[in-house]
Structures are given as structure tokens and as C-alpha cells.
């Protein structure tokens, strides 16, 4: 399913959270330095999925207020976002095991399957064109980050 234009940058950087389990799994089976992989989350996290839970949390929960909207599913949303959260605290004091790793990586895909398939198509059944067009413009941003292009290739 082709995801509305106004929501194509956060599916953009789910692309890239996509790589980034996948990366994380196969340095895993490999048995990467745990450093070297908490090192690449990090930099994951403070390049761009930081930004983009609280693009999410600040721009478009917020869209939705007032709509025909599951709060289940705002509630699912920012429960994933805070356990994802929490292992990125673990990561940034360096006191991870290869399960918070593991956990990560689970998480992460398991969270962007849950608003690719099903939160960003209910976005898109309950918001008009003029209000997607509206957080579209806030959504938009420059970052360029891919998590392939971390300098220590520890899933090779």
C-alpha cells in the first residue's frame, strides 16, 4: 500500500529502522562487538529515531484529537515508543546484554510493522487532505540518515 505523501518521511525513516533491526540481528548471529553495536543504536537514536518519536508524538497524536481515533492505539504507540526509549537508556549508560540488543532490534521492527500496517493507515481513514497536507509540512525535514553508512561494518 503507498503511504499518503504527507506521511511518506516518517515511512522513509522506517525504511531505515527496518535496515537497522536487520543490521543489528545479523551482527548478532555474528557475535559483534557489544560496544560497536550499542555505539550504532546510539548514533541510530540521536540521528534520527529520537526525532522521529517525538515528530510522531508532537505533531501527529496531537492531529488526531478530536477524531474517530482508537486511543488503544495512540496508547500501543507511545508504549512501544517509551520500551524502545528505555533500552536506548540502557544503550547510552553501556549497560546492555546482547538480550537488550536483541530486544532492541525485536522491538524496533516489531513497532514500525504495528504504524506501517496498521496505526498510519487509520492516520490517513480519519484525516482530510487539508489536515494531512497541514502535518505534512511539519513532518518534512532534511535528514539524509542510513543506518549502512555507520563506519564499522559489524554485520559483514
Same mark, same amino acid.
Given at each position: 500500500?503507498?503511504?499518503? =505523501?504527507?506521511?511518506?518521511?516518517? &515511512?522513509?525513516?522506517? #525504511? ?11 551482527? %548478532?548471529?555474528?557475535?559483534? &562487538? %557489544? ?10 537514536? $540521536?540521528?534520527?529515531?529520537?526525532? #522521529?518519536? =517525538?515528530?510522531? =508524538?508532537? +505533531? ?7 477524531? &474517530? ?11 512501544? #515508543?517509551?520500551?524502545?526509549? &528505555? +533500552? ?48 505534512? $509540512? %511539519?513532518?518534512? #525535514? ?15
Amino acid at each position: 500500500m503507498k503511504r499518503h =505523501e504527507q506521511l511518506q518521511p516518517l &515511512s522513509r525513516q522506517h #525504511h531505515n529502522g527496518l535496515l537497522m533491526a536487520l543490521l543489528l540481528t545479523k551482527g %548478532l548471529k555474528k557475535g559483534a &562487538s %557489544l560496544k560497536v553495536m550499542c555505539d550504532f543504536i546510539y548514533e541510530g537514536w $540521536t540521528g534520527e529515531l529520537n526525532d #522521529h518519536f =517525538e515528530r510522531e =508524538e508532537l +505533531i501527529l497524536i496531537p492531529a488526531l484529537q478530536n477524531k &474517530s481515533f482508537s486511543p488503544l492505539l495512540i496508547q500501543q504507540l507511545l508504549e512501544e #515508543h517509551k520500551q524502545l526509549r &528505555s +533500552i536506548v537508556q540502557k544503550v547510552s549508560d553501556q549497560i546492555v546484554t546482547e538480550n537488550e540488543i536483541t530486544a532492541f532490534a525485536s522491538q524496533l521492527e516489531k513497532h514500525i510493522r504495528f504504524e506501517e500496517n496498521i496505526f498510519f493507515p487509520m492516520v490517513e481513514s480519519v484525516l482530510n487532505e487539508t489536515e494531512l497536507i497541514r502535518i505534512g $509540512t %511539519l513532518l518534512h #525535514h532534511d535528514h539524509s540518515n542510513n543506518c549502512i553508512n555507520f563506519p564499522v561494518k559489524f554485520w559483514e
